[in-house]
């Protein structure tokens, strides 16, 4: 993503992009991890934190920017409320970070944990 | 999906939370039994339910405070209610249970909270009630022990649903109560002297959010999911003394927000079928495929009658016309009438929406979002095809907006938010809708105004939503309004009562009075360079007090065409645009 400024350009790579998205991500209730975006044998993978930005994919188009996001839902919480969730606050947190208006935020959930102990 | 079978149970819809009137009739209203003074060792199922009752309750009565605890000085925030409908979504599950224990009643209270649960702070109270339900399962009966392991247990439950837990928020005021919680109950098994500690705790857990999370602290509030579970609590606690908590004197706002829960339309015709093989049975299931609701079909002879309740006339009626003749077709918008019963539909939604469209060829249809009468004529004027209500304070919800590009008589809609937290709400609200539909991402009400502006009734929707999109970046945006608490903001100290004013969205000036503001953003915006200067006063303001801002507004720029018009939406004193 490029900015022109009077005194020269501002460039943000999507790499940079993506590790404010997946950064706000892990802030999200209910959202307890990322995902790769290509399911290993059918099965997503929880990625660890530093590699988390796997589970984001940053693309430009027309010069609209999309943020798509590959994530892993508690089980049991309402999973349309967390995606929404997710949207606006990675939709806040890059539009303030980045200071220009995020086109679209697609929230892929790529499987349920299931943490209940009994 | 719900499948019915007889007419009369579709009247059942919509089941309002009655305080105080159980169905249950040998039940003693929602009050606790015990005596004040008296040990309370166990509580069973009845008792438990008349206190999640009385939490809702508190929470109804503090829901307007806690939605002003939000983070920036105009109020935009809807924490209170959110928590409000999730927790009314779970005491209507359990309301009408005869004689549960302990351990059904939370199972079904979770439940209800989880297909409730709007928002995040929602979503963290259903986890709480959820694991509560876990510790509390198979019991009868609760001591005070098992409400300390409830509560810890729902507390941990809450933590697990996220990667990076926040301290500072709901989350840290649910685990040092159920801290509280184990402490009281290992000193004594008295209930109430244990729900008093927990009280007391969640109460200082909240106090001390603005030290755990700098963004309260910045804005001088405490956290507001954790404040709501405080309430909750403390509802609780209350009904333990035996104290009766009066629902608030505006639930008739919490009824608008149940009321369009229950949306949609009521879809009723007669199919006389090109085929013989369409039978009932068929025909319901494609019906349930479609995503109705409430289906009845019955058949009399040849003809099929089919009952329906759907989000979208359209797709039941198509399926119905492939499938053989429709007769004495009747729909009915369910969201209305239910508004409309309660006195809360906006008067002038017929007017909003034309009857048939002025001319065939135009097929692309406006919808835009404005709060305030005056500013909604405006919209209206230009040629907007249905209004939905709505702004800073009141968001429209996914279902209104998408319910107004239902009713719009053209296949292609053009979508106008005004306001950056709609576009959101906007942009579902495409995806879910079977027309074509375009969002134009206007922020505030003057981008809107442009844009539609740049609206040609001849170009396609592509051309069109080009142009208007190019519009919007032609318009400055001044908007003044009164800060509601104290707070830091880019930068600006900002004390409650000041006037503030955002341009473009931003904050960026203050002062003592809105003339003074007015002339700062004015100044920002390059008011000198421009030729138009249109302002919208407000509520807050007076005919009288507009006139004399817009004329030493004309007497600073003497060059430039100053505009008045009467936009009456809260909150904001003026929105004015500068082209």
């Known amino acids: 993503m490029t900015e022109k400024t009077s005194l020269g350009k501002i460039d943000i790579s999507p790499d940079a992009i993506a590790a404010i998205a997946s950064a706000a991500v892990l802030e999200c209730y209910g959202v307890v991890g990322m995902a790769s975006k290509h399911p290993l044998d059918g099965l997503a993978e929880l990625l660890q934190r530093d590699r988390a930005r796997r589970g984001v994919e940053v693309s430009m188009v027309d010069g609209r920017i999309i943020v798509d996001l590959y994530v892993i839902v508690e089980y049991g919480t309402r999973i349309s409320e967390v995606a929404y969730g997710v949207m606006n606050r990675v939709k806040f947190s890059l539009e303030q970070a980045l200071g220009v208006p995020i086109a679209e935020v697609n929230v892929h959930v790529q499987g349920l944990r299931v943490s209940d102990g009994s | ?579």
Not at chain 2, 70 to 83: I, S
Not at chain 2, 225 to 242: A, I, K, N, W
């Open chain 2, 1 to 579: 999906m719900r499948t019915l079978n007889v007419d009369s149970d579709l009247a059942g819809a919509a089941r309002p939370l009655r305080q105080g009137t159980p169905d249950n009739p040998e039940q003693p209203p929602l009050r606790i039994k015990y005596p004040a003074g008296a040990t309370i060792t166990a509580l069973d199922g009845q008792d438990l339910r008349a206190m999640l009752c009385a939490a809702h309750a508190n929470l109804e009565r503090h829901r307007d405070a806690i939605n002003a605890l939000n983070v920036f000085p105009v109020p935009d925030g809807d924490t209170g209610t959110n928590m409000l409908l999730t927790m009314q979504a779970a005491c209507q599950e359990v309301i009408s249970l005869p004689q549960p224990t302990v351990g059904t009643l939370l199972q079904r209270a979770a439940h209800g909270a989880l297909m409730g649960a709007r928002g995040n702070s929602g979503v963290i109270l259903s986890q709480i009630l959820r694991g509560m339900a876990r510790a509390l399962d198979g019991k009868a009966l609760c001591t005070a022990a098992d409400l300390a392991k409830a509560l810890a247990e729902g507390a941990e439950t809450a933590y697990k649903g996220v990667s990076k837990p926040v301290e500072g928020t709901i989350l840290t005021v649910a685990r040092r109560a159920s801290e509280a919680a184990q402490k009281a109950a290992s000193m004594d098994e008295d209930l109430r002297f244990v729900l008093e500690r927990v009280v007391h705790a969640a109460g200082e857990a909240v106090n001390e959010t603005p030290s755990l999370l700098p963004v309260l602290a910045k804005a001088g509030v405490v956290d507001s999911g954790g404040q709501g579970l405080y309430v909750l609590l403390e509802g609780m606690f209350r009904s333990l003394q035996g104290e009766a908590i009066a629902a608030a004197a505006d639930a008739r706002a919490a009824a608008a927000f149940e009321a369009v829960d229950e949306w949609g339309y009521d879809i009723q015709f007669l199919l006389l079928p090109h085929s013989p093989t369409t039978d009932e049975m068929t025909l319901r299931e494609r019906l349930a495929m479609l995503g109705g609701e409430s289906i009845v079909v019955g058949s009399s002879g040849p003809v099929i009658k089919v009952h329906v309740h759907h989000a979208d006339p359209g797709p039941i009626l198509s399926l119905g016309a492939s499938l053989g003749h429709l007769d004495d077709i009747v729909v009915e918008n369910m969201t209305l009438q239910t508004l409309r019963r309660r006195g809360q539909a906006p008067a002038s939604t017929t007017a909003n929406v034309p009857a048939a469209p002025a001319s065939p060829a135009s097929t692309i249809s406006i919808v835009a979002v404005a709060p305030g009468d005056g500013l909604q004529s405006v919209f209206r004027s230009l040629g907007v095809d249905a209004i939905v209500a709505g702004g800073q304070t009141m968001n429209p919800s996914t279902q209104e907006l998408l319910a107004a590009i239902a009713a719009v008589p053209g296949s292609e809609v053009i979508v106008l938010p005004n306001n950056s937290n709609v576009i959101l709400a906007a942009q579902q609200a495409r995806a879910l809708s079977s027309k074509q539909v375009v969002i134009v991402p206007s922020r505030t009400i003057p981008q809107g105004i442009s844009a539609l502006l740049a609206h040609n009734p001849q170009a396609t929707l592509a051309e069109n939503a080009q142009a208007m999109e190019a519009a919007l970046q032609m318009i400055e945006t001044g908007e003044i309004t009164v800060a509601v608490r104290d707070a830091e903001f880019d930068g600006i100290q900002v004390k409650a009562g000041d006037v503030i004013g955002l341009h473009n969205d931003i904050l960026s000036a203050r002062g003592r009075t809105t003339q003074e503001v007015m002339e700062q953003l004015l100044r920002q915006m390059n008011a000198a360079d421009a030729e138009i200067i249109t302002i919208y006063y407000g509520k807050p303001v007076s005919t009288q007090e507009a006139q004399a801002l817009a004329d030493a507004v004309r007497a600073l720029y003497p060059d430039q065409d100053v505009e008045l018009i009467d936009g009456g939406q809260p909150h904001y004193h003026y929105i004015f645009s500068v082209e």
